[in-house]
């Protein structure tokens, strides 16, 4: 029998794939293929492999060969998942293009861009979807087995779900189940994105005729509140083509019970329906528009260095209408067939750009985000895979998604440090990957801001890029007034309420007499970043990192901003039994606070991580503060990304010195990007705008840089700076942080690396030295920074060198312990 199966497969080739497994190894492994899945082996394709004793992983096939490995026999290939390719070849080659530039490893990119449902792996854990209804009748004996032992455990990893079954593969049994909507991941398990409902009101068709009207309002001659909310409506209807509920309360005075008597009579009838979170004009919601002779020129402008240049930087103050120059360069991308990603900072806070879009482009939009569990991101991913959605919008992840034909990428707010991935690797910036994934695709990158990156707008400069310039604000609308307050001198005059100075709580009352919106910014959340004791001056600090305790009244504890530990707020001091606990310095927890008492009758809302964790909190604020139903909303640097509503007429930055004196090469250029984006939100539409900058330091270079709106000469005075000090974009940086749970072996550890990089770069290494926060979960850390000219030293070769020197550092015993976190292009 054994003869006649060789027999049989003797004309077979014995097939050999390297494969990439979601995990940070240096060399990808390499497996056999059993015959009889030759046929169906392919590049992209998801095969799934033994790796170690007994784990299972979900693999990328990276290429195919009849070369067994040297060093190690090849275990076989278990299975195969796909009947065609999930990853594409030019996938492959980002993934490898970012394992090289970023310095790590390519199963870490791997990890990074799949969405865990097409990653499955032995330890991952799977629960049943409670909120999907099926017929367990209809389940093969597999699946029935899977979903009886998680009625009887809620969650079971794929390790578990083997054994249950008898086999080592499993995968294609979940895979399934996914597909039918039956299962979750454990960690991906949260409620589906809910869409925005609206209830919208319409008269009942009997009451059309004018007679039956008549005799409608004869009835309610005794109910004169449900009789305005009738009024109300009927001289509504005829201004527009849809009446909302709150539509109808707004203009007649009416409550929400007069609406409902109103319903209970049947003279009205209600429909909810999904509704665009944030209102525009009509002509905006049919995607009809037209530019204004500014936009037209800069447009022509744009499609013309586009011809000759792939990427084009376009420069516009705030509110000058760069959005609807993106719809005109969408539009005509679409026509041509091939698709088109606008990459957001912060997806959750630009909904109102998700709308708009999709007012434009119906159907062929879709959206890519964190915020989606992971169902819906697979399903995204398959949808750009088959080419279904001609229009991607998504924060930084999206950059990984397998675009069929990519014409056009749209980096919007493209000076954000939020494009860039801190922790873990791959530490990449999608700003960056985005012109490199263009190249891959012949695409155009279009890269927008009304504050640039130094970097982007140097290239500009040396005509690396093309560049286009918008230096007024839409529809003829002024930037806002800014006014700098001086705390200092307020504080003497005691006219100081609170954190607030007399001149903002004036712009603050009289924006609330006219029904305005207000904007306060403070750049640090919680109620007070620090409890001190008055007698030894003691402060309570985290267990794992090296910083002090922030204190949130909300839950009455201390937190850790960076691992997230908490303790209950001390009465008496641990150090010495002082009752004198004192808390210093604010946050946005307290402004809030501070506000409801001065301010008793205003809508007051904070927008910070602590407001926003849940998943649709973020969008509730948003709408409340669309429709008007928050009258201050005060946040950290979340409200200065992409909000854009009418109803905004000042704006306070609490303590702009927070922001100015922060230890940073770039610190400078980034308050000034913070302080004009924020002042950005102010007078949008129609009314100009108001700042005040509170600060104790009026006559500092960058605020009076703000107020002129020059952010040439701010440009002009940090380059003369970096040129000088060896900073980007003359310089490249390439940090490394050694962390490790002793300090003492840290240090030698972090001295021995140092030396051996001075060995080949010489004085381009500094360091070793201690970061700003040293200890971070029990790991303590040393940084080493390394800076490259452009013109001399090849990076790439560079790199190579400080691999090879990390590699052999770490075959050496005095590395026992350690982590090693190179950071390219590390801010």
């Not at 200092?488 to 924006?511: C, N, P, R, Y």
């Not at 750049?523 to 402060?539: E, K, Q």
Request: aromatic share 8%.
């Amino acid at each position: 029998m054994l003869e006649f199966a060789e027999a049989q497969h003797a004309d077979r080739k014995t097939l050999f794939i390297e494969v990439i497994l979601p995990l940070a190894i240096a060399k990808n492994y390499t497996y056999r293929v059993p015959y009889e899945m030759n046929e169906a082996i392919e590049i992209g394709k998801r095969v799934v492999v033994q790796f170690g004793k007994s784990k299972l992983y979900t693999a990328i096939i990276l290429s195919i060969g009849e070369k067994a490995p040297e060093k190690y026999e090849a275990k076989y290939v278990l299975e195969v998942l796909d009947d065609k390719p999930l990853v594409t070849h030019a996938q492959l080659q980002l993934w490898q293009w970012i394992s090289e530039y970023y310095m790590c490893h390519i199963g870490e990119v791997m990890h990074a861009a799949l969405p865990s449902v097409l990653k499955l792996a032995s330890e991952t854990r799977i629960v049943l979807n409670k909120g999907f209804e099926y017929d367990r009748t209809q389940l093969h004996d597999k699946e029935f087995l899977i979903a009886e032992a998680l009625d009887l455990q809620p969650e079971l990893t794929v390790s578990d779900i083997a054994k249950l079954l008898g086999q080592k593969t499993v995968m294609p049994v979940l895979k399934m189940m996914f597909e039918k909507n039956i299962i979750h991941i454990s960690e991906e398990v949260n409620d589906k994105y809910k869409p925005r409902k609206r209830t919208f009101i319409s008269l009942n068709p009997l009451y059309r005729d004018q007679d039956n009207l008549r005799e409608v309002f004869t009835i309610l001659e005794r109910a004169p509140k449900q009789a305005d909310a009738l009024l109300a409506y009927i001289k509504l209807s005829r201004q527009q083509k849809s009446v909302s509920k709150n539509d109808i309360i707004e203009a007649s005075g009416a409550g929400a019970a007069a609406i409902k008597a109103l319903l209970d009579k049947e003279v009205f009838v209600a429909e909810e329906v999904n509704v665009s979170r944030l209102l525009y004009e009509a002509e905006e919601e049919t995607g009809l528009f037209n530019l204004s002779d500014t936009q037209q020129t800069v447009l022509d402008d744009v499609r013309r260095q586009l011809e000759d240049k792939d990427t084009v930087l376009l420069y516009g103050v705030t509110s000058s209408g760069k959005t609807q120059l993106y719809v005109r360069l969408i539009e005509e991308m679409i026509a041509t067939g091939r698709q088109v990603l606008y990459l957001l900072p912060e997806i959750a806070l630009t909904t109102h750009i998700i709308e708009r879009l999709r007012a434009y482009f119906v159907a062929s939009i879709g959206v890519y985000h964190s915020r989606f569990n992971d169902n819906e991101r697979a399903e995204v991913w398959q949808k750009v895979l088959n080419n279904e959605y001609k229009v991607v919008l998504g924060a930084r992840s999206s950059v990984f998604l397998p675009f069929a034909d990519l014409g056009l990428i749209i980096v919007d707010e493209e000076h954000e440090t939020s494009y860039k991935q801190f922790d873990p690797a791959p530490r990449y910036n999608a700003r960056d990957v985005a012109i490199f994934l263009a190249n891959l695709y012949k695409g155009k990158v279009l890269l927008g801001s009304a504050t640039p990156s130094f970097e982007s707008y140097f290239n500009a400069r040396i005509h690396k890029y093309g560049l286009a310039e918008m230096i007024e604000r839409f529809g003829g609308v002024e930037l806002p007034v800014t006014e700098v307050v001086s705390i200092t001198a307020e504080t003497k005059q005691k006219t100081m309420q609170s954190h607030f100075t007399g001149v903002l709580m004036k712009d603050i009352e009289e924006a609330l007499a006219n029904k305005e919106q207000v904007i306060l910014f403070q750049n640090r959340r919680g109620y007070a970043p620090l409890l001190m004791c008055r007698i030894c001056a003691h402060t309570p600090k985290c267990i794992n990192c090296d910083v002090s305790l922030t204190y949130h009244k909300s839950s009455g504890k201390l937190h850790c901003h960076y691992c997230g530990y908490k303790e209950d707020s001390p009465v008496i001091c641990p150090a010495c039994g002082s009752t004198h606990l004192e808390y210093k310095g604010f946050g946005t927890e307290k402004i809030e606070d501070e506000l409801r008492m001065i301010l008793p009758n205003a809508r007051v809302a904070r927008m910070d991580m602590d407001t926003t964790r849940s998943r649709n909190a973020l969008q509730n604020m948003l709408n409340d503060l669309e429709e008007k139903k928050i009258d201050i909303l005060v946040g950290t640097q979340m409200v200065a990304k992409g909000l854009d509503f009418s109803g905004v007429t000042v704006i306070g930055i609490i303590n702009a010195d927070s922001l100015l004196r922060f230890p940073d090469y770039r610190a400078n250029e980034r308050s000034y990007q913070m302080l004009a984006q924020v002042s950005g939100r102010a007078g949008r539409r129609g009314k100009r705008g108001k700042v005040v900058i509170q600060t104790y330091d009026t006559n500092h270079r960058v605020i009076k840089q703000v107020i002129e709106n020059d952010y040439h000469d701010l440009y002009f005075t940090e380059m003369e700076e970096r040129k000088s000090f060896h900073y980007p974009p003359y310089y490249r940086i390439v940090n490394l942080d050694i962390k490790h749970k002793d300090p003492e072996v840290l240090y030698n550890q972090s001295v021995y690396l140092a030396n051996e990089l001075r060995k080949q770069f010489g004085e381009r290494v500094i360091g070793p030295h201690p970061p700003l926060v040293s200890r971070i979960r029990n790991y303590y850390i040393q940084a080493i920074m390394l800076k490259f000219e452009k013109d001399g030293l090849s990076i790439n070769k560079a790199k190579t060198v400080i691999r090879d020197i990390i590699t052999q550092f770490q075959t050496t015993k005095l590395s026992k312990g350690s982590i090693i976190q190179p950071d390219v292009d590390p801010y």
